[in-house]
């Protein structure tokens, strides 16, 4: 008996201590909150891509989310856009779909005086449903040129 005494005690103090299970979840969660703030201060790029993604969850988009170095030359999108004509206009035949085109995208050096002429295809759609044809009929990928669909 005196073993469930002393325990009763103990538990009694350290109630005393902390205050109960709410102070306790308060810490743990202000200490997961500041290791996820140390988290997206040493490196956001994931989380950007993921609030990124939700985003274009909740527009109707599709998007790549690659950054502009990660992209290809323009010249290469423009190129694949030409030897693949049939593809492009099968995408342009699915109901919805308003165009799909090279896009420029300008990636400009570390100075800001020059820049590299990236690219990427802009498909325009006005039904949420095209989303679907549309990765259907070419993937991930435009025969390797990132893609980005816009709900309009």
């Not at 989310?65 to 593809?87: R, T, W």
């Not at 165009?99 to 100075?111: A, G, I, M, N, R």
């Amino acid at each position: 008996m005196n073993a469930y005494r002393y325990a009763g005690a103990i538990v009694k103090r350290l109630k005393q201590h902390f205050m109960g299970k709410r102070t306790i979840i308060f810490i743990v969660i202000l200490v997961l909150a500041a290791a996820g703030a140390l988290v997206y201060i040493r490196n956001p790029r994931p989380f950007d891509v993921a609030w990124a993604k939700a985003a274009d969850a909740v527009r109707g988009n599709i998007g790549h989310n690659l950054s502009c170095y990660d992209l290809p030359f323009y010249s290469q999108v423009e190129k694949a856009m030409q030897g693949h004509q049939d593809i492009a206009e099968k995408l342009k035949a699915i109901a919805g779909v308003t165009s799909v085109e090279p896009q420029l995208v300008k990636c400009y050096t570390f100075d800001g005086s020059n820049y590299f002429a990236k690219g990427d295809i802009l498909i325009n759609y006005t039904d949420r449903r095209a989303t679907k044809a549309i990765r259907q009929t070419i993937g991930d990928n435009f025969f390797g040129i990132p893609y980005r669909g816009h709900k309009q």
